[in-house]
């Protein structure tokens, strides 16, 4: 699945990188950042999917994915999956996990 990379970042942006300490870093490293974090709840999302659907539904759901993302989304949602509810919550545990993970290495 490929999620929009530009709205994954934005939505880690906020102030992540001022939250880890990290303001010094160059413009292309604070990008790599994000891109990381963003390839990091991609990943996590599709886990969680994977895991609420059953194989039949996997297959469906990577067929309607490949021809439309949006529609793949609405196909979640009939199954009771809120794509942007998941979103919201996976990014806000990767922030948590960094700031954590940055307050005890500090």
Known sequence: MTIDQKTLR????????????????????????LESMADLVE?????YIG????????????????????????WLEQRGISFSDLLVREIAKVKAQLIERAEKSS
Do not use: H, T
Request: net charge negative.
């Open 43 to 47: 990943a996590r999302l599709m886990v």
């Open 51 to 74: 895991e609420k659907l059953s194989k039949a539904e996997r297959s469906e759901f990577d067929r309607v994915l490949n021809q439309n993302e949006v529609e793949a989304m609405g």
């Open 10 to 33: 934005q939505a880690l942006q906020g102030n992540i990188i001022e939250e880890l300490g990290l303001e010094s870093l160059s413009l292309e490293k604070k990008e790599a950042l």
